[in-house]
């Protein structure tokens, strides 16, 4: 089941006393070595979220197709992105990126955001303006965005099964990658495409996951995929790469080997991440977490996990959430980054803290 398959179940009090969540067992609360620094209420449900590259902002796509972008040290809203396309359709946000930071960046390039949409638009926006430079309509739902480590391409999935590479200078069409014809081979994906993440080892080559309970590998340079490995059934933003180890990590929304980490390489399963009744949750988003830890959110149980890389032990949970967890982010800051989690229409900023 797609995250917008899933309709509000209950909505919970605006929280103005935040060491309540802390310490009551009923609605949302803390569980282990993690911190809420605070809660932000929307005016829709949380569908997508990201840090800026620098940190210093959380952008945050609703369910009503509108993105409020806050202070990282504050819960203050400090723009707002919506214009007659987005108020036409109030169709969701699907996936968010930051324009990335380079050595030569122009100036031009500076506070631009992507974003994504069910109605199937790509659009970009000048978010301190608050005005969108420019809009592609892919005519269909577009679920997932990425771009290459170089920036200078990003790249598009969603509701078929093509993939689209365009020029992040032109925003051109580029090239489609999709299955070839020759049904003996699965060369490509057969459903909704949900996820994609780049190999900054490997400037080419990319991944994908969705429905089709495969993880497909892409040169950009070929037409249709290069080689896969089966298991993983990925229906939000739930695949991600440590450059590292090269170790890829996904997390499944069903019931049984929901979190699992492969051999980038070899396309293999190293490992399946231990769950149990408590911890147990069919998930939708998934990361890497610094180099130590593995953060994951889903539904089911509504809740938010810290998992230690090395013993694979649950290290703090934000539990009993009004709704699942549909996003998450990190700011990449420190070893001890910012947490974003967002359920129903809040969004809560975390921080994993050291054992004590």
């Not at 009923?26 to 590259?53: Q, T």
């Not at 009503?64 to 169709?91: E, V």
């Not at 900054?200 to 037409?223: A, E, K, L």
């Not at 995929?225 to 790469?241: E, M, R, T, V």
């Amino acid at each position: 089941m797609s995250l917008f398959d899933q309709r509000s179940m209950s909505v919970i009090s605006h929280l103005s006393d935040l060491s309540d969540l802390k310490e009551q067992k009923s609605g949302p609360y803390l569980e282990g070595n993690i911190k809420l620094l605070d809660a932000i209420e929307c005016n829709s449900d949380v569908m997508c979220c990201r840090f800026s590259p620098d940190g210093a902002y959380l952008a945050v796509g609703l369910c009503d197709g509108s993105i409020k972008i806050y202070g990282s040290n504050t819960n203050q809203m400090l723009y707002s992105l919506s214009d007659n396309d987005t108020t036409a359709s109030r169709l969701p946000v699907t996936q968010i990126r930051f324009m990335p930071v380079t050595e030569d960046m122009q100036p031009k390039y500076e506070h631009i955001l992507i974003a994504t949409y069910a109605s199937g638009h790509v659009k970009f926006w000048h978010f301190t303006s608050g005005s969108c430079i420019y809009t592609i309509n892919e005519l269909r739902q577009t679920l997932a965005f990425n771009i290459n480590p170089e920036g200078t391409h990003f790249f598009t999935a969603g509701a078929s099964t093509q993939i689209h590479m365009y020029d992040l200078e032109t925003k051109q069409r580029l090239n489609t990658m999709e299955p070839s014809e020759n049904y003996d081979v699965m060369d490509g994906h057969m459903f909704r495409v949900f996820a994609l993440q780049h190999n900054p080892n490997h400037p080419h080559v990319f991944i994908s996951g969705g429905w089709d309970d495969t993880v497909q590998y892409w040169d950009d340079r070929q037409p249709h995929s290069i080689k896969k490995f089966h298991g993983p059934h990925i229906c939000g933003d739930a695949l991600d790469i440590d450059p590292v180890h090269n170790h890829i990590l996904t997390g499944s929304w069903r019931k049984h080997a929901v979190l699992q980490i492969w051999d980038f390489a070899m396309a293999v399963k190293i490992k399946d991440v231990p769950q149990d009744s408590i911890t147990s949750s069919q998930l939708y988003c998934a990361q890497w977490l610094g180099k130590d830890t593995i953060i994951c959110g889903g539904n089911d149980l509504n809740m938010a996990r810290i998992i230690d890389r090395g013993t694979l032990n649950t290290t703090g949970m934000l539990v009993d959430l009004p709704q699942g967890v549909y996003c998450i982010d990190n700011d990449r800051q420190g070893n001890l980054p910012k947490i974003a989690v967002g359920s129903n229409r809040f969004i809560y900023r975390l921080r994993s803290e050291k054992r004590t």
